[in-house]
Each structure stands twice: as C-alpha cells, then as structure tokens.
C-alpha cells in the first residue's frame, strides 16, 4: 500500500461513537496497566502523547488511527494526539518516530511501504527497519484488486481473458497504479513477468486520479485496495478480475485470487500497523500491543474496518517483527527486478 492508497480510500464509515461504559472501563482498566507498568503514554505527568501518521487528516490511515486513539483518550493522565506529518511518502512521520524518546509516548501509526518497499528503492534511507523501531501490532490489513473499466471490451471477463487480450494488444495493454514504487506498481509488475505479456504501468498521484481515468476508459485497468474500488464493483462501473490476497475477500467472494488463477508466487496483502521507537520496554510494546489488539476485536471497530476493505487480523510485537522481516525478504528482488529507484 503506497502513501497515496492510504490517502484516498474512503474514511467516511469511520465510526465517531464511543464504546459502551462496560466496554471502555475494560479496555481503559487494560491500557491503564501500561502506563502504571512504566513508560507508557504517560508517567503520571500531563505530557501529550502522540501517535504520528505519514498523511494528512482525512486519509484511511489517519482515520484509523483515530478509531484507536479516540477509544485510548481519556486511559491516561495526558491526552492523547494524532499528529499528522504528511510529505516525502509518510517517510517525515517515520523519520520523527525514530528520534522520538523511546518511553511509549510517541508512537508511529504507518502503512507497510515505508518499512518494507522504501529500503530497496531509495538508495538513501535515514532509518533502519529492522533496527531503529519497535514492533507493536499491525492490527489490519487488506488485499489489492485488479479491477476493469469500460476501456477494456466487455468479453474480457477473466483474468485469463485479459492476459489473452493483452497478448493481443501489446501497445493498449497498460495499468494504472497510486503511485510509482507502490505495493499495486509492484504487483502489476509481478504479474505481467509471471504471465510473459508487456504490461506498461501508468502511476497517478493517488487513488482517486486513476479510478477517474479507469471510469473514464482512459486505461483498460488498476490496481487498487479493496474498500477503494468495492463501491464501483458493486455498481456495476468496474468489474473486478482478481484479487492479491492469500484466500478470497470477503466483500468480494466470486472474484479469484491470483494464485488460484494460476500466479501463486503473487501474495500481497498490505498491512497498518504500530511501532515504537527502539529501547521502548518490552512491558509497554506487550502491554500497549494487548490494549491495541483488544480494541480491534472490538465489534463495532471491526464493523468499520470491514466496510473500508480491512481484515482484523491478530498480531503480536513478534509476528510483526517477522512481518516486517518477511516482506523485505519479499519486495528486495521484486524492486531489483523492476529497475526502479525512487527519486525524492
């Protein structure tokens, strides 16, 4: 998921409501136990805690960030702020979390790109992964869809159908992605390298661009997350032809993942997840991971994420920790076989 994916999808089935009373004195007595364990949020004192996120106010990732920090408010003698530091990609909001105070009052709430993409296309990144940060939950994730629009004829159906029609039309067969050096530029890539066909990528600066020219018949398809292009899917404006996740969407079950299609090397399900700068107690990442986990399994939470698209998934600060060592295992030979370098 690139910067751009997380800033377009739509924030609007964000819920504001709270939790019960019964439901928030649990959680509140949970999250408490973090901050009495040292370090977290709050050590008796007033200060404000933050939560940063790479976007502006308004995209997916703030939203979400925002479900979790509104159900944090008011468990802790400080408040509790999203602070928002848009630019360079959401690197500005990792860059501030790694030289934040390592005492659980500075969190990072961030799409999966800039800790598993970017270190294999900037040559320079002033953050190390693996080293400068510590794992906390990565508490939702999503798949990317391959969806067509009326540029496409209406005989392609299938995926099958379109590789066979890009064989066809070498100099029409192209897609549009959020973004040069995203998650969806990157599975395009993949695709037209496992199936053999020329498939020219075409970036937006966003989401919403490219669904306007995918609408519009400027580009035959896209690849976007799921919750992006569910409410076209569903109106009959777009149709999907696969999706890149381990097992079928659940808001999408007649449509193939691409390894049932025939790619089973194509795996690619975009996360969100939180970290801590490194040196944070193990106690206040387990504790502040056990609180964020607990939230999300939350019924009406999980309402809202599945309506933008995301699973609920369970995580830990160790399977993040694995994530994160798994999917640059994943994207370095993708990027070095792309060619691609990202230029600032």
Not at 324 to 334: G, K, Q, T
Request: charged content about 15%; overall charge positive.
């Amino acid at each position: 998921m690139s910067a751009a994916e997380v800033n377009t999808m739509d924030p609007s089935a964000v819920p504001r409501t709270g939790l019960s009373r019964r439901r928030f004195a649990s959680l509140a007595c949970g999250v408490a136990a973090v901050a009495a364990g040292g370090g977290a949020f709050a050590q008796g004192d007033a200060r404000v805690a933050r939560v940063l996120v790479g976007s502006q106010a308004g995209g997916v990732a703030d939203a979400i960030a925002r479900i979790f920090v509104s159900r944090l408010r008011g468990a802790f003698p400080g408040d509790v702020i999203v602070d928002n530091r848009p630019g360079a990609g959401g690197r500005l909001a990792v860059e501030a979390l790694r030289s934040a105070r390592p005492d659980g009052s500075t969190l990072l709430f961030t799409a999966d790109f800039v800790l598993t993409v970017y270190p294999h296309s900037y040559r320079k990144l002033p953050y190390d992964p693996l080293r400068d940060f510590a794992p906390i939950a990565a508490p939702v994730r999503t798949a990317l869809v391959l969806s067509a629009g009326p540029a496409l004829p209406a005989s392609v159906k299938t995926l099958t159908d379109f590789l066979r029609w890009c064989r066809a039309h070498p100099q029409q067969a192209a897609y549009a992605s959020p973004g040069a050096g995203s998650t969806a530029h990157f599975a395009g890539f993949m695709l037209a390298k496992a199936a053999g066909v020329e498939l020219t990528h075409v970036p937006y600066k966003g989401g919403a661009p490219a669904l306007q020219d995918l609408l519009g018949g400027q580009i035959p398809v896209s690849f976007n997350p799921v919750g992006e292009v569910l409410p076209y899917l569903q109106s009959g404006k777009l149709r999907v032809l696969a999706t890149t996740g381990a097992r079928r969407s659940r808001l999408l079950p007649q449509a193939p993942t691409l390894a049932e299609a025939g790619f089973p090397g194509i795996v690619i399900e975009p996360w969100l997840g939180f970290l801590a700068p490194a040196g944070t107690p193990e106690a206040v990442v387990a504790r502040l991971s056990a609180a964020i986990g607990d939230l999300a399994r939350q019924a009406d939470v999980a309402e809202a994420l599945d309506r933008q698209g995301l699973d609920v998934v369970a995580s830990t600060p160790a399977s993040l920790a694995s994530q994160i060592r798994s999917d640059l295992d994943l994207w370095a030979p993708v990027v070095k076989a792309s060619g691609f370098t990202a230029e600032d």
